[in-house]
């Protein structure tokens, strides 16, 4: 059954989530160290020496921010850039958004930058912007704009640019969030050719020249894909989120993308959201969402969204 509109924008926020929560014990560890891929679920093999400490069934960093950045939309209306800042501040402070109020796996470029940001520079320029600062932070994120954002393309690309600018501000990272959005877009629109429909909307977009174009059509989108998938490198995870979702469902989805090991939490969230639009929030299998733990956060916060009209 083809999922309608409601259950592909469920879909895509609890698949960014159990993906992120599956990938959690995999993670760091190279592609030849995890289990076949038909044995990769939220409870990993016995005697598997998984890769992190936390309970399973846990988000990490990528889920909570994600969810800081939903609540924010909802409760300004749109994107506020310093009132997402600051809620990634009580991300990393305190642990909002964060089972068990503790996060865990933050990234140093991230934490840098919120650094800066609670220090007084504003958010449009406390992001890291080196060519070395591209890491995937901004990108894990960013779903929610795609799943709230009521404006055209255009408004939806300059958003995307501007969540990541708070803490990765290098173009290559603003373009890798945008086009995710407009590929996230195209799927709740039921498309076929999503992907290709998203490069093609956004080179519209940039136009035929400029950084932002460059950054599209010679590092976001080469022409023969990244030898190294899977990696914390921004455009590494999302070509290798676009590799995974060639699969039939989304449980095959995010198992093939945590099969390419290193940043396994963060490449099955990315590609999650994704299949979790695709197939709807009833593709996703019901034992994983059992395992899923933080209910008492997403649970209101989906409650609160059905009934708010979406920015």
């Known amino acids: ?9 469920e879909g895509g926020l609890l698949g960014l989530l159990i993906g992120d929560a599956l990938g959690v014990p995999y993670e760091f560890l190279a592609p030849e160290e995890i289990p076949a891929v038909k044995d990769i679920e939220m409870r990993p093999p016995e005697g598997f020496a998984h890769g992190s400490a936390a309970p399973f069934g846990t988000w990490s960093d990528d889920g909570a921010q994600a969810l800081c950045l939903m609540a924010s939309l909802l409760d300004c209306g749109g994107l506020d850039l310093d009132d997402f800042g600051q809620r990634l501040v009580s991300w990393l402070n305190g642990g909002y958004m964060a089972v068990d109020s503790r996060p865990f796996d933050v990234g140093s470029q991230t934490s840098e930058a919120l650094t800066l940001f609670k220090a007084g520079v504003p958010a449009e320029e ?3 912007r080196g060519e070395r600062n591209n890491g995937n932070g901004s990108l894990m994120r960013v779903l929610p704009l795609a799943l709230l954002w009521e404006g055209d393309d255009e408004t939806l690309v300059k958003a995307a640019h501007r969540q990541s600018m708070i803490t ?16 996230a877009r195209r799927e709740l629109e ?8 998203a490069v093609e909307c956004l080179r519209g977009i940039y136009g035929e020249s400029g950084e932002f174009r460059r950054e599209l059509d010679y590092n976001v989108c080469p022409e023969q894909p990244p030898e190294k998938l899977g990696q914390g490198y921004v455009v590494s995870c999302l070509l290798s989120a676009r590799i ?31 299949a979790g639009i695709r197939h709807g929030v009833h593709g996703i299998p019901d034992r994983w969402w059992k395992e899923l733990r933080g209910k008492n956060i997403v649970v209101p916060l989906i409650e609160r969204w059905q009934g708010l009209k979406r920015p």
């Open 1 to 9: 059954m083809i999922p309608n509109r409601h259950e592909r924008l």
């Open 190 to 197: 039921g498309h076929g050719g999503a992907w290709a429909m």
């Open 168 to 183: 990765h501000a290098h173009p290559r990272s603003q373009v890798c969030c945008a086009l995710y959005c407009l590929w």
């Open 126 to 128: 406390s992001g890291l």
């Open 244 to 274: 995974a979702c060639e699969e039939a469902n989304y449980e095959a989805v995010v198992r093939r993308a945590i099969s390419f090991g290193n940043d396994t939490d963060t490449t099955a969230c990315v590609a999650g959201g994704i």
